[in-house]
């Protein structure tokens, strides 16, 4: 979908909502037609991926004030940007960090998205002349790179001859167990071994005063409160289900 909003306090056009995106970016060009300075990024920290595979360093990151809807019915939040200096032919791309935060539906078949507010849902729709002319304007290169992420670690399958060969997943730091209850052995839990004196006292203690959340067995499962959540099989009771006859081999 090719949308366009406010975003602190522009109205910004040709912005790409891509779900399979894991970061939301600005591009420099329109943070810059924003009348931002640049004087006010963050450092971004990880270097991004996902442009045809290319490591692209964002020259930092911001957040900035988003809003949906109009004066009759909106809704505002805060994402945080990764501004990317590079050509592209959408002015901003809000990744799955936007859709998150405004618990966005989106209806790709109405070309549509919708969010709740406190004045009821707001629809976004799907601008289609947005769209044609970012992907008229797009270049070979810019074209199936919108899916963006820091790095993953690459995993090492092992080779089915080589059994021996298992990849186990493996703790960063040294860790260490601790009796969650004063002499009771049988009842540990595993803290970082690599904690200064003060903070392994102040966790311990932590983790003590709030022992009641550990589970150990299957009687200490208490469930979730249904005021929380509730899962309910949606069957009309007047249609007793019928049971499947067993096939038979011919």
């Known amino acids: 979908m090719v949308i366009k909003t406010n975003m602190a306090g522009w109205a910004v056009i040709r912005i790409l909502v891509n779900t399979g995106s894991s970061t939301d970016i600005l591009f420099a ?3 810059d037609n924003m009348k931002l300075d640049r004087n006010l990024l963050q450092p971004a920290g ?12 964002a020259i930092g ?15 505002i939040d805060h994402i945080t940007f990764n501004v990317v200096d590079m050509l592209y032919n959408y002015n ?17 078949s109405y070309l549509c998205m919708k969010l709740p507010s406190a004045r009821g849902v707001i629809a976004v729709y799907n601008n289609q002349d947005l769209a044609r002319i970012a992907e008229e304007i797009a270049t070979p290169g810019q ?12 995993v090492k399958i092992p080779s089915p001859n080589k059994p021996e060969q298992q990849v186990r997943v493996k703790p960063a730091d040294e860790t260490k167990k601790v009796p ?16 200064d004196g003060k903070t392994e006292a102040e966790l311990i203690h932590f983790l003590r ?17 249904r005021s929380i959540i509730e899962h309910i099989l949606d069957v009309d009771k007047n249609h007793p289900p019928d049971q499947a006859k067993a096939s038979q081999n011919v």
């Open 29 to 31: 060009s329109t943070f």
């Open 46 to 57: 990880h270097p991004l991926y996902g442009f045809r595979g290319k490591q692209v360093k």
């Open 61 to 75: 990151k911001i957040t900035l004030p988003v809003t949906f809807g109009d004066q009759s019915n909106s809704r």
């Open 92 to 108: 901003a791309i809000f990744s799955r960090g936007v859709t998150n935060i405004f618990s966005v539906v989106l209806h790709p």
């Open 143 to 154: 074209k199936n790179v919108h899916n963006l992420g820091k790095e993953k670690p690459k």
């Open 180 to 195: 969650l209850f004063e002499g009771n052995t049988s009842k540990q839990v595993i803290i970082s071994a690599m904690l």
């Open 209 to 225: 005063d709030n022992n009641n959340i550990f589970a150990w067995s299957v009687e200490d499962l208490r469930g979730v409160d």
